[in-house]
């Protein structure tokens, strides 16, 4: 194995042909480096993607915070190499490395892969084969590495099961120092087992080993049952919660070269309550909790201070809805009055957003202004769970213009279940009323950005039962729209491409049977799948004939409402029933309202009633729990409450 001296002597010789030679330096400001030799536990964290996206992941920026902080461990960052340094990489001999200390990534005692979308799976799997560790899990012995896995696409784990140790469903900030610690103690116990290590790991709450639980299925391909093969871990994984958001990172990398987001990212809370059918972060990431007022002013100011960024984004996935979000505003704005500095609130609701917050984001506006209707028609909005009438749409975004933005961003979302080419023309004309209000305001300068994303049920969701479009129902919405919207120079249409709608799909819904298919593709040459340079859909056809498997089975076949589900034995504490219960609303087009103003014991509570108890008041957006604990019965610390009841 290469040293980290003798990767940097072969570095020298490659970086010069590379376009960005910046990815693969390291040496950044704020960048954490220990010394290899004094601590007992080296971590490394993988975004597979390119450096310039995976630098401003939050989540690999949580983690990497947490495992610093310990003075027993470190933590260092990996990122997947673009195409031509992938090439240089493999002539050259250079395995794939850690930017802080140009050790090799096979060196590291745990390697640790954020996974928020499904089209980095084989990226995920290039990252081992560049690093030089076996790809299946099987195939690895003591002297490599645990790999783990967590982020949102991995609450259905199981198209990557035969690829990754353990998985960690849920919330990282926690679990990860209880993962460390695991193997701590294993490597303390000499004449241990690698598989004695992971039946630890999978005694972890919010860890899944797969190797320790087998699937069985029925004639028709769909799943009979999912169960573990030891009796000592959970039947069904609850994931993660951390009951308190730990105090932000503040320490932000500052990169070499231009990036996606260049800027302070502070998250203000975390979960949503609105119950949008369609929206897989918002059922998995409850219950909502919020950090406070002068919690994220005093990390705004300390990021801001160590980075010298001009950019702070307020993060969440429905910024409005924070309970103090004027006062949080109105307090950025004094706080950093003559610096120069741009606020954002990425993620706004249409009927959350007034006009005093308008009037505060105004004088410090980043860019244009981001609203998601989703959807044009009320039998649509109600289908969805996300009613707003037209004319609040377009209040809102008349006074936005006023305000002195010139550019509006409105996010919809075709193929919803029983949409119909009248709810896509909604659509365009909703576009076309909204840039005419635009024009009433300030003239030809008003301009639209349409982006029409195309719908892909998720796991754990209301929607989890319906089947995609089918190609030719896409193709047909989408050039309705371009008809209708192409035609205005000052209205920009960017709609997803079908195919990358239909891997999104097999990968999220898939069982094990996907893991072959992932294997085989990136065998065909496919990574980089959500790139125009890397995809190769071909490849992916091919790999679903080599396996026998029909890749319908997977996108447009609707789901038995009794059906066994893939990640059946994986929760997000939403019981089964609940989701149930909201997709029959869904068929008759009944609302439900949001949950801050009613709780409909979707499951939260019921599981992490103890959790609420220990944490009492307004940091949680659930109601306080009242009743006693009940008493422990059982010894056995490692049954969890049984959801889909």
Known sequence: MLTPEQIENKLDHVLLKVQKPGRYVGGELNSTHKDWDNFRTKVAFV???????????????????????????LAERVYSPWLDMEILMRENGIPLYALESKQPLACFDLIGFTLPYETLYTNALNVLDLGGIPIRTVDRDESHPIVIAGGHSTMNPEPMYAFIDAFVIGEGEEVIHDIINAIQKHKDQPGTSRAELLHELAKIPGV??????????????????????????????????????????????????DIVHNRVSVEIMRGCTRGCRFCHAGMITRPVRERTVDE???????????????????LSLSSSDYSNVLELVTKVGEQFDGKHLKVSLPSLRIESVSIDLMEKLKEKRSGGFTLAPEAATERMRRIINKFVP?????????????????????????GHPSETLEDVQAIADLCKRVIEEGRKVIGWKAKLNAGVSTFVPKSQTPF?????????????????????????KNIKLSLTDAEDSFLEAWLSRGDRRMAEVVYS???????????????????????????????????????????VFPWEHITAAVRKNFLFQDFRMSLEGEIRVDCRLNCFACGILPIFAQTRRENPGEGWKCPDVKSPAPKVVSKSTHQLPVVGD
């Not at 989408?478 to 192409?486: F, K, T, V």
């Open 464 to 488: 989890q039962w319906v089947s995609c479009d089918t190609p030719e129902q896409i193709r047909a919405k989408q050039a309705l729209l371009r008809r209708e919207l192409g035609r205005d």
């Open 47 to 73: 975004f597979p993607d390119i450096y310039d996206i995976g630098v401003s992941n939050v989540g690999l920026k949580i983690l990497y915070d947490q495992v610093n902080q310990r003075d027993d461990a």
């Open 296 to 314: 994220v002013l005093e990390a705004a100011k300390i990021a801001i201070k160590n980075t010298g960024f001009e950019e702070l984004a307020l």
């Open 521 to 563: 593709a990136w065998e065909k040459g496919s990574r980089f799948d959500a790139w125009r340079e890397g995809k190769k859909y071909s490849a992916w056809i091919e790999a679903f004939e080599e396996q026998g498997l029909d890749p319908l089975f997977y996108t447009h076949r609707q789901r038995r409402t009794d059906e």
């Open 390 to 414: 037209d004319e609040e749409v377009i209040d809102t975004t008349r006074e936005i213009y006023r305000r002195g933005w010139t550019t509006i961003k409105l996010y919809f979302m075709i």
């Open 208 to 257: 899944y080993v797969p190797t320790f639980y087998e699937a069985y299925y029925m004639d028709d391909g769909t799943l009979s049952h999912i169960e573990p093969t030891v009796d000592d871990i959970p039947k069904i994984v609850t994931k993660r919660l951390v009951a308190k958001l730990p105090p932000p990172p503040t320490k932000f990398i500052v990169p070499n070269i």
